[in-house]
């Protein structure tokens, strides 16, 4: 790293800053001080800026950095990520999007505590929710910690400290100050952001081989140093059946795990209407699905201009496949265009992850607030106080994340963005299915349903490779490996669905036949949604 690209980096950083700092600032000054303004921003979004804010809650830094990193390292078994990232929002579209925002009110708890009892439902589902935003949130950390101390120059800890630190407080400061609204604008900034730089790289690759795609594919496969294999499937999970099977648990947890996602679900909450809503989707997965299909070049690109040897170098996972394809578009480390496109792609890294950090700190923070502070408390308090509870709790977030961050800062935490998929299409999922869709689904089956997947998807990940038990692991000096797979999806998904099930038809309780008429008709209908 040369002074230059670590000068502009920083002043783009800054500038990011301000501009957001001001945006919360703005908002701050407008809200009305209720739990509606709070959590959902007044529900005042058009569908197309709530796409675009969608968009940004789902662009993390780990699609921008590690998808193209993959693809850079794996060719088509990487690219595999995109898919199953882009195909997941079929299930959102046609599912849930609508039916969640006629139903709920501010969080996931509200679809299903519907025609529940609230208490249980409330904490079990609060908790999932919370468990899901944590997990997301410590990989988000960590990842800023990581991409400034290395632009900064920090080969110790003192640059990942301190940059942890830095955007726990920013974190806790958008949310708490601005609430649903500041986060949206944010989104909305971070998204114009990330596709305008996207497109350039991409078009600076396409024109690199003239436009020519089969050149490009043909040169990342040469400079790969795998051949025509970098083309097929299987360099990375082809080469037994634990790892065929650890592909389909993955793409299991990543389809199924978006429409579980609390920070996603809680943005159908910030439109007017139903419509609104599904539109808001078609929308993001259209700048989704652009977007998807632009890392798959800049993955290729990588490994065509930079090498897949020098990538993994730089980075064994890959993550700096990206930063370092703009560098060399740009002429090389000694130009000026070189230096310029890095610092860019250095800042829209960095903002793509403060935006990210926003909407999960306030989707955590609305569900110990509004499920597990409401459901705990002796007694109703007014709306005022519940915001109040939200602002704390995105606070007591915060330094927690800032605690977890700074204890994994040395730790490869790339798995976490995975089990939190893992965990929410476990708990998350099937609840919310059955809630909307069954008519004799009771309030044991809902707890059970959580629990049923929570717990075996946690339990299941410390027991795997990813933990101990091999030199990858998090804890390479111990070994209570008993798990074959990394991501616990394809046991844990099907066992939340069959503890929910299960938790029916045991159940002494009579389902609500009523409720449930009265929940399908506001569903489909939308008549009584607030």
């Known amino acids: 790293m040369t002074q230059d690209h670590r000068a502009l980096a920083l002043l ?15 908002a701050g000054r407008n809200r009305r001080g209720s739990a509606e303004e709070f959590y959902a921003g007044g529900r005042l979004f058009s569908p ?11 662009m993390s830094a780990a699609s921008f950095l590690g998808i193209s990193g993959l693809i850079a390292l794996f060719g088509y078994d990487g690219m595999l990520y995109s898919v199953g ?12 999007a609508e039916l969640v925002r006629n139903c709920g009110r501010f969080t996931l708890a509200d679809v299903v ?6 208490r249980p439902v409330r904490i079990a589902v609060g908790t999932s929710s919370v468990t899901v935003s944590v997990l997301y949130l410590v990989a988000q950390m960590v990842g800023a910690g990581t991409l400034v101390a290395l632009l900064l120059g920090g080969d110790g800890g003192a640059a990942q400290t301190w940059t942890v630190i830095g955007v726990g407080a920013l974190m806790v400061i958008y949310v708490s100050f601005g609430g649903m609204r500041a986060t949206t604008w944010i989104q909305i900034v971070k998204s114009v952001l990330l596709l305008g730089g996207t497109i350039a790289l991409t078009v600076l690759v396409l024109l690199r081989f003239h436009g020519d795609i089969d050149r490009l594919l043909l040169s990342a496969a040469e400079h790969s140093g795998h051949g025509q294999a970098f083309l097929a499937p299987g360099l990375r999970y082809g080469g037994d059946w634990t790892s065929r099977f650890d592909f389909i648990s993955l793409g299991l947890a990543l389809v199924l795990g978006t429409a579980g996602l609390p920070h996603i679900l809680s943005r159908f909450y910030t439109v007017p209407t139903a419509c609104a809503a599904r539109r808001s989707v078609v929308w993001a997965i259209g700048l989704i699905g652009g977007f998807y299909l632009m890392t798959i070049v800049l993955g290729f690109g990588a490994a065509a201009i930079v090498g897949t040897a020098e990538v993994r170098a730089s980075n064994a996972a890959g993550n700096t496949a990206v930063p370092l394809l703009a560098l060399d578009l740009g002429g090389g480390a000694d130009s000026t ?28 923070s609305a569900s110990v607030a509004h499920d ?7 007694r109703g308090g007014k709306a005022r106080s519940e915001v109040t509870v939200a602002r704390l709790a995105a606070v007591g977030i915060g330094v927690v994340a800032i605690g977890l961050g700074l204890l994994a800062r040395d730790l490869n935490v790339a798995f976490l963005v995975g089990l939190a998929f893992a965990v929410a299409a476990s708990a998350n999922l099937p609840v919310l299915l059955y809630s909307l869709f069954w008519r004799d689904f009771t309030t044991r089956g809902a707890v059970w349903s959580v629990y049923g997947g929570l717990i075996p998807a946690m339990v299941l990940v410390a027991l795997s490779p990813v933990v101990s038990g091999g030199p990858q692991s998090l804890f390479p000096g111990v070994d209570f490996q008993y798990f074959p797979l990394d991501n616990p999806g394809i046991v844990s998904i099907p066992l939340g669905f069959v503890a929910g099930w299960l938790g029916t038809v045991t159940s002494p309780e009579a389902p609500d036949e009523a409720k449930h008429a009265e929940t399908e008709v506001r569903s489909l209908t939308g008549a009584g949604a607030v």
């Open 12 to 26: 783009l950083f800054s500038v990011f800053i301000a501009i957001t700092l001001a945006i919360t600032t703005w």
């Open 48 to 58: 197309m800026e709530n796409g675009f804010a969608i968009a940004g809650d789902y």
């Open 85 to 96: 990232f882009l195909v997941a929002w079929l299930v959102v579209l046609f599912l849930v």
């Open 372 to 378: 597990l502070y409401a459901s705990l408390r002796r």
């Open 113 to 118: 505590a519907a025609r529940m009892r609230e």
């Open 337 to 364: 265009a070189g230096t310029v496109l890095f610092a860019v792609v250095a800042a829209v890294a960095f903002a793509t992850i403060l935006a990210v950090v926003a909407g999960i700190t306030l989707a955590s």
